[in-house]
């Protein structure tokens, strides 16, 4: 069975930095894309950042500069790196993979708050 274990969210006051990581255990299809989605309280979930197997990253505009994607194919892991955090960052991030067969794998959800 697949499953997504994402770490590294909690509280940060803005300007602060936070790392966010995704483990994937029990896959057995490649990972094509590995990215991480948002969803700020009565927003829709939005893609923050995307990285594909050949190394190229998709940013949201309001994340490029600050935030920084990448994985590590031998882990199964994805990593969001978050500089300059802002209040606006606030929400439940998530990490997403789409293996070469399709399939949409989903984290559970990590609770990033920047707040003063």
């Known amino acids: 069975q697949v499953q997504l274990v994402e770490s590294g969210g909690g509280l940060v006051q803005p300007g602060g930095s936070l790392r966010l990581s995704c483990a994937a255990s029990?896959?057995?299809?490649?990972?094509?894309?590995m990215g991480w989605y948002r969803q700020a309280p009565g927003k829709q979930r939005e893609l923050v950042a995307a990285?594909?197997?050949?190394?190229?990253?998709n940013y949201a505009d309001s994340v490029k500069g600050r935030f920084t994607i990448s994985r590590d194919n031998g882990k199964n892991t994805v990593y969001l790196q978050m500089n300059s955090l802002r209040p606006e960052d606030t929400a439940v991030y998530y990490c997403?993979?789409?293996?070469?067969?399709?399939?949409?794998?989903w984290g559970q959800g990590t609770q990033v708050t920047v707040s003063s």
């Open positions: 029990g896959v057995i299809f490649s990972l094509n894309v």
């Open positions: 990285i594909i197997s050949g190394g190229h990253t």
């Open positions: 997403n993979f789409v293996t070469s067969i399709g399939q949409q794998l």
